[in-house]
């Protein structure tokens, strides 16, 4: 399916666009909560909106967007080999020609060890600065939890989005996770509450959204029910987003719409 056509055009975002170049770093507290998939989902909907993306694969040693986007086949180097100047940036970069303008850097996979010390922050900066000259939005995702990982993937970026579900334990993570963006200076910081079940959310047994707020004190983008259409599309390599027209699609609209907003206050 073509999500633009021959000439490139694209549903448009074009009156949102007038100060982007923008990178955003996706994370969680923990692991499970759909990140990836979130982040599948939101560079696609920027790509339907007319911005050019690229993606970044951060999470060291465990890459998974690239399936996620179908475009596990086309990877030759990865985010590794351009931070350790094995290769340009221009020969790393995998184009989804389903969009005008989209792109990925793929993550690591194959090295051993503790990947996240194999690279700097100095390092890591100038990729993303190399690439936000390049394109509207450079979308980072990231790893979960608290370590060094976290750190050099948002290092320099310009807003986090905090991924979470509407479970305690998760929300407090999450909230850890905000806090300690906060003190690497990143000011820009709001949410996502995925995988929101609202039957369970009724029976008083999962936080609703007044106890969810209280514990995420940042912008909340908004919240995406369990829909596990959303999984099946992702195991086929292709972001629900892409199937227009329905409630998902529309959801991931007003969150990319919402987040561009945010970052042009």
């Known amino acids: 399916m073509s999500a633009c056509g021959a000439d490139g055009k694209c549903k448009t975002g074009a009156d949102r666009k007038a100060s982007m170049g923008k990178t955003i770093v996706i994370v969680s507290g923990k692991g499970g909560v759909g990140k990836s998939v979130f982040a599948a989902n939101l560079g696609a909907a920027f790509g339907l909106r007319g911005f050019s993306v690229c993606f970044v694969d951060m999470n060291f040693g465990l890459r998974n967007l690239d399936l996620y986007l179908g475009l596990q086949d086309q990877v030759v180097f990865d985010v590794g080999d351009v931070l350790e100047r094995v290769v ?10 389903r969009f005008a303008a989209l792109w990925m850097l793929a993550g690591t996979a194959r090295r051993g060890g503790d990947e996240a010390e194999r ?23 990231g790893p979960s939890g608290v370590g060094r990982s976290m750190r050099l993937a948002a290092s320099d970026a ?22 300690l963006l906060a003190d690497q200076g990143l000011t820009r910081r709001c949410c996502v509450i995925n995988r929101l079940d609202r039957e369970h959310m009724e029976t008083g047994l999962f ?21 596990p259409a959303v999984c099946f599309a ?32």
Request: proline share 4%; aromatic share 6%.
């Open 88 to 97: 340009p940036l221009e020969k790393a970069l995998v184009r989804d020609k």
């Open 207 to 227: 936080p609703d959204v007044e106890q969810i707020t209280g514990f995420m004190k940042i912008t909340m983008l908004g919240m995406i029910q369990e829909e």
């Open 158 to 179: 310009d807003a986090a989005i905090v991924v979470t579900t509407p479970e305690l334990v998760s929300l407090r993570d999450a909230d850890r996770v905000s806090g």
């Open 234 to 265: 992702a195991n086929q390599g292709e972001p629900i987003v892409l199937q227009l027209g329905n409630y998902v699609e529309q959801n991931f609209g007003r969150i990319a719409d919402r987040l561009t907003d945010f970052l042009n206050t």
């Open 119 to 141: 690279y700097t922050e100095v390092r890591i900066r100038e990729l993303y600065g190399a690439l936000s000259k390049r394109f509207d939005i450079v979308l980072v995702d």
